[in-house]
């Protein structure tokens, strides 16, 4: 089991299988060292999406919810294109958030936290990263959150 698999399992989480891609796209492209992940959309634990928008019928707590949801699926990912090894993983690089929200919504990061927040608590300092935090007027299947994430890698 990796580092990255035992502190998550301190945590209580298991990782899900990586999500199949659902469209014309990879969940995944390395570049050099770099691995840069599709967007991951919010879902619960059971799979189910997790719907909404900030500003109007969720809360910025429920919204960094949805998007530690989207850092576990990154991670996902992430162990995907490690061939299962996350400890190849060298650092978490780049995060853009984008968060579903009403017009005059303007805690996106706070929301984008969520998945900041929890990559330090599973990868330590290597959990830190640059990183947006945007607004949609919608995302897909009206999800409340979408992430997408660039990684180091070690050779």
Do not use: W
């Not at 014309?24 to 570049?31: D, E, I, L, R, T």
């Not at 429920?62 to 989207?70: D, N, P, Y």
Request: glycine letters at 10%.
């Amino acid at each position: 089991m990796s580092a990255i698999e035992t502190r998550l399992a301190t945590l209580g989480i298991t990782l899900p299988d990586a999500p199949a891609p659902a469209a014309n796209y990879v969940p995944f492209v390395q570049v050099g060292s770099l691995i840069h992940i599709s967007g991951q959309i919010s879902r619960d634990a059971s799979g189910a999406l997790i719907l909404g928008k900030l500003g109007a019928n969720m809360d910025v707590a429920q919204g960094a919810g949805a998007a530690k949801s989207c850092a576990i699926a990154l991670l996902a990912q992430l162990k995907a294109a490690c061939d299962g090894d996350l400890d190849r993983s060298v650092r978490a690089v780049k995060l853009t958030g984008f968060v579903n929200s009403t017009p005059d919504f303007t805690d996106q990061p706070k929301v984008i936290n969520g998945a900041s927040d929890f990559l330090v608590a599973v990868m330590g300092d290597a959990g830190r990263h640059a990183r947006s935090a945007v607004s949609a007027a919608s995302l897909p299947l009206g999800v409340a959150v979408e992430i997408e994430a660039i990684f180091e890698l070690r050779g």
